[in-house]
C-alpha cells in the first residue's frame, strides 16, 4: 500500500456526539454508520462502550453489521474499559480498541496526581490488556499538543513496544498552531527508533480555529491518519472537519496524498448528520455549508459568469452539492441580474439592463435577498412601461 494513502478515522459517533444535544440512539447510530462506511471512512470510532447500556450495544452492533471499515471502540487506560470495549468489539471483523491517557504535565499533576515515570507503566499496561483482545490497538496520548517532546517520544516508542499498531497525537485543547503541530510530528518521525512499526494519528480540536491546518501540517510532517468528524463536529468548537481536510488533499494534489473517501458524497452525508443530530450546519461553512457554492458581491458574480474557476476552486457536483448559487443583494451587479432574469424567461438588451437595474436597487436596499417572484414584479413593470411608450 502506498505511505501517501491518508486514513480516514470517523470519530462522529463518539466525538462528534459528545456536543451537547447530539446525542444518538442505537438506531441513528447504526444508520449513519452505514453511511459512513460508504463514504469511504477507513475506520469508524463507533463509541465508548463503557460509558453506557446503551453506548455498548450500539458498538455491537455496529460491529456485527459493518463490512469493510475498522470498527473502534474507546477505552481509558483502565482494564475494566479495555475489557469491555472488547467484548463490545466481538462481532467486528477488523475490531480496534483504542486507549490512552493523559501525557501533558498538566494532566500528569492536575488529573492523575501522579509521575512522568508512572503515566508511562500505565499506558504500556493497557496496550498490553488490549493486545490481549485484538491485534489492532491505537493508543492515544490525550493532550500531545501541550505535551514535552523528548518525554512524548519516550511514551510513543514505550506503547509501540508495547504492541500499539496507530498512535494517537491530541491536539486535545487545540492549542498549538499549524508549525508547532508539524514539527512535533516530524520530531516524532525523527526521534521514535521504532516509529516504522506504527502508524502516527492526528487528532485536533478547533478551539482556535486550526483543527484543519493542524491536521495537514501533521500529515505533511509524517502522519498518516487523520481523525475527524462530519461538519466539524466535537467536542467544545469541535473536531477537523472531515470534508475540509478530504477536500484539501484533493485540491492540493502536490502533496501527493490520497483517501478513498468518494467525496460526491459529502454534501448528503452532512445533511444526514445534520438532520438526525439536530444540529444545523453554519451557512458559511466549508465544502457543505449552504453559502460555500454562493455569489452575490457584483464583481465576484461577474467573474464567476464569466469562468467559474475565478471564483470557485471546487466545482459543486464534486462534493454533492446543488450546484452554484448566483444570489441577488444590494451589492449584486448588472451581469447577475441578467443572468437571473434570463433564467427565468426574460431576454433584454445592455440598455434594458441598464434601466431596470435602478429599479433592481430600489427594491434590494429594502430585502436582504431579491427573490424570484421579486424579479417577475421588476420584469413585469418594466415590460408594460415599454409597452406604454
Given amino acids: 500500500m502506498s505511505d501517501k494513502k491518508i486514513f480516514i478515522f470517523d470519530t462522529t459517533l463518539r466525538d462528534g456526539e459528545q456536543v451537547p444535544g447530539c446525542k444518538l440512539n442505537t438506531r441513528e447510530k447504526i444508520e449513519l454508520a452505514l453511511q459512513l462506511e460508504a463514504l469511504g471512512v477507513d475506520i469508524i470510532e463507533a463509541g465508548f462502550p463503557i460509558s453506557s447500556p446503551g453506548d455498548f450495544q450500539s458498538v455491537e452492533e455496529i460491529a456485527k453489521i459493518v463490512k ?8 481509558r487506560a483502565v482494564q475494566k ?3 469491555v470495549a472488547a467484548a463490545a468489539l466481538k462481532p467486528a471483523r477488523r475490531p480496534r480498541i483504542h486507549t490512552g491517557i493523559g501525557t501533558s504535565d498538566s494532566h500528569i499533576k492536575n488529573k492523575f496526581n501522579s509521575t512522568r515515570e508512572e503515566i508511562i507503566e500505565r499506558a504500556v499496561q493497557a496496550v498490553k490488556w488490549a493486545k490481549n483482545f485484538v491485534d489492532d490497538v491505537e493508543f492515544y496520548a490525550e493532550d500531545a499538543g501541550r505535551t514535552d517532546n523528548d518525554y512524548l517520544a519516550r511514551v ?22 499549524p508549525d508547532q503541530y508539524g514539527e512535533k510530528i516530524a520530531f516524532l518521525m525523527n526521534h521514535v527508533p521504532n516509529i516504522d512499526k506504527a502508524i502516527l494519528s492526528c487528532h485536533c480540536h478547533n478551539d482556535l480555529g486550526l483543527a484543519t491546518a493542524n491536521s495537514i501540517a501533521g500529515i505533511v510532517s509524517g502522519a498518516r491518519q487523520i481523525e475527524c468528524t462530519i461538519n466539524g463536529l466535537g467536542e ?19 502533496l501527493g496524498f490520497y483517501t478513498d473517501i468518494n467525496a460526491k458524497e459529502l454534501n448528503p452525508m452532512s445533511r444526514l448528520v445534520s438532520d438526525t443530530m439536530r444540529m444545523p450546519v453554519q451557512p458559511n461553512k466549508a465544502i457543505v455549508g449552504a453559502n460555500a457554492f454562493s455569489h452575490s458581491s457584483g464583481i465576484h458574480q461577474d467573474g464567476f459568469l464569466k469562468d467559474a474557476s475565478t471564483y470557485e476552486i471546487i466545482n459543486p457536483e464534486e462534493v454533492g452539492a446543488d450546484g452554484s448559487k448566483i444570489v441577488l443583494t444590494a451589492r449584486s451587479g448588472r451581469s447577475a441580474l441578467a443572468f437571473r432574469l434570463q433564467k427565468i424567461g426574460y431576454s433584454y438588451n445592455r440598455n434594458d439592463i441598464d434601466t431596470i437595474y435602478q429599479t433592481f436597487l430600489q427594491v434590494a436596499d429594502t430585502k436582504k435577498e431579491v427573490m424570484e417572484e421579486d424579479l417577475h414584479t421588476i420584469a413585469k413593470a418594466y415590460n408594460e412601461t415599454t409597452v406604454t411608450a
Fill in 68 to 75: 469493510n471499515a475498522t470498527v473502534c471502540g474507546l477505552s
Fill in 81 to 83: 474499559d479495555i475489557e
Fill in 156 to 177: 510513543v516508542e514505550a506503547v509501540i513496544r508495547a504492541g500499539a499498531t496507530v498512535v494517537n497525537i491530541p491536539d486535545t485543547t487545540g492549542y498549538c498552531l
Fill in 236 to 254: 467544545r468548537a469541535g473536531n477537523t472537519s472531515l470534508e475540509e481536510v478530504v477536500m484539501v488533499i484533493k485540491q492540493h494534489k502536490q
